[in-house]
């Protein structure tokens, strides 16, 4: 039995895997912060996460290599776009591949 895995569950556990790897470093993180966590500049930004510590603030976006459709390439280039205006922000984008699975 081969199970799939969706799309959102890959980038979701992707997301936790880089959050964790953050930590790790000494960064405080908050995993899909609300409006309120955010500059106002970014409050109707979807970020999956964002970072602050060691002199950086990162806005983290994670999305599935199917997922970068032209849709998405616009959300993307909007966010970078209000990164870029924003003082002392970056802007991480994590790309997650799915996994193929093999037919015997």
Known sequence: MIHSVHPNDLEHRRLLRVAREYRQK??????????????????KCPFDMIVEGNGKKIAVEVR?????????????????????????????????????????
């Open 26 to 43: 000494g960064y405080n993180v908050v995993v899909h912060p609300s409006p309120t966590e955010l500059p106002p500049a970014f409050a």
């Open 64 to 104: 599935n290599k199917e997922n970068l459709t032209l849709n998405g390439c616009e959300d993307l280039r909007r966010m970078t776009t209000l990164i870029e205006q924003e003082p002392g922000w970056e802007f991480e984008l994590v790309v997650t591949n799915p996994r193929r699975s093999h037919k015997a």
